[in-house]
């Protein structure tokens, strides 16, 4: 052979080896990702997909609305959805109903509401026997309302209606058009409740500690985690680097949660921003304390049904980049 053909032959062999093995970032994996609402507490998912951060990782991802985490964790359940934002109850109930769900890993761990009532009631006993909203039962506005009545004293559904309305901009236009008497609410939400007199009643910020619960949980099937960990993994790199955006570069933030909130609102935006901002975790693991306690509540619901915490959670993929170093580079960019 001579020797210009075996050095075709050879460059031949090397671009076929290259064609095979690709570069992880083009081979682009189309994933479906859904996110619960439209408020700053979901701003990495907003982020990651405006900021081509799923592509980054390798990863074509679908990126979805769906309403209130009980629905997005029943999608995942039903196969429609490969991941999304479920909280600590929305897991713990499906899981007590035989789910076999899982959250890889948690971005806030704490509820950050407030229960705004309307400027009339001056004390919880000015609340007792008038409604207020939430979003879906099991939602994180329906934990926030039942946490944040028993912190004033009064017991959820027995001394104040609880009434699913919708999502926090819904619970302000009800609370508006006087339906509901007061609402729990993710900090700024009210800002929207243009010219209505109003108070906060209380807000979790006032409990002597931070209340733990898995509140922006990245939930799965196991079936899906076993089979496409290398998969999930990316789209956890994407949603840290996410949160890394969204804790560093305020203004950018803001306008893009502007986009998807559909609010030009400075004061909603401003507030939501500075809520929300120092509550995303650096590493995001699932709290086991706020876990332990929507799995206890969700088997008072169920007697009889058996469930740990173990069952619902699984830390690796976070631990395994923590331990690469991946998070310290994002956060020294």
């Known amino acids: 052979m001579r020797a210009k053909d075996r050095l075709w032959k050879s460059l031949s062999f090397f671009i076929v080896v290259l064609l095979l093995e690709g570069n992880p970032g083009d081979a682009q994996e189309r994933v479906t990702v859904s996110y619960s609402s439209l408020e700053a507490p979901n ?11 799923y592509q980054k990782y390798g990863i074509e991802a679908d990126s979805i609305f769906i309403p209130a ?17 479920g909280t600590g109850g929305s897991i713990a109930n499906a899981a007590v109903g035989g789910a076999n769900v899982v959250s890889v890993g948690s971005f806030i761990n704490t509820l950050p509401y407030e229960l705004i009532v309307h400027e ?19 939602s994180a506005s329906d934990v926030a309302a039942r946490v944040l009545l028993k912190a004033v004293g009064l017991e959820p559904d027995k001394d104040v209606p609880v009434i699913q309305v919708g ?3 819904d619970r302000a236009a009800a609370f508006r058009t006087g339906k509901i008497a007061g609402f729990p609410s993710p900090p700024g939400v ?68 502007a986009k998807y909130s559909r609010q030009n609102n400075e ?62 580079r994002i956060y020294q960019q």
């Open 190 to 257: 009210i800002k929207l409740a243009k010219g209505m007199p109003h108070r906060v009643l209380i807000t979790t910020a006032d409990f002597p500690k931070r209340f733990p619960f898995p509140y922006v949980c990245l939930t799965t099937t196991k079936s899906y985690l076993a089979s496409n960990r290398e998969t999930i993994k990316r789209i956890v790199m994407a949603l840290i680097e996410g949160t890394h955006f969204f804790k560093t570069r305020k203004e950018e933030s803001k306008r893009i949660l």
């Open 267 to 328: 004061a909603y935006l401003e507030s939501s921003y500075n809520g929300n901002a120092p509550l995303f975790e650096r590493v995001p693991l699932v709290t086991h304390e706020g876990m332990e306690v929507q799995v206890k509540e969700a088997l008072a619901r169920k007697p009889g049904a058996r469930l740990r915490v173990e069952d619902l959670v699984d830390d690796s993929i976070v631990l395994q980049l923590e331990k690469e170093g991946f998070i310290d």
């Open 69 to 85: 985490s009980t629905t997005v964790v029943t999608a995942i359940v039903a196969g429609s959805v490969h991941l999304g934002n």
């Open 167 to 169: 999502g926090a901009s």
């Open 120 to 138: 009339s009631i001056k004390s919880a006993e000015d609340l007792r026997g008038k409604p207020i909203g939430i979003s879906r039962i099991g």
């Open 43 to 53: 701003s990495n998912y907003f982020i990651a997909k405006e900021k081509s951060l």
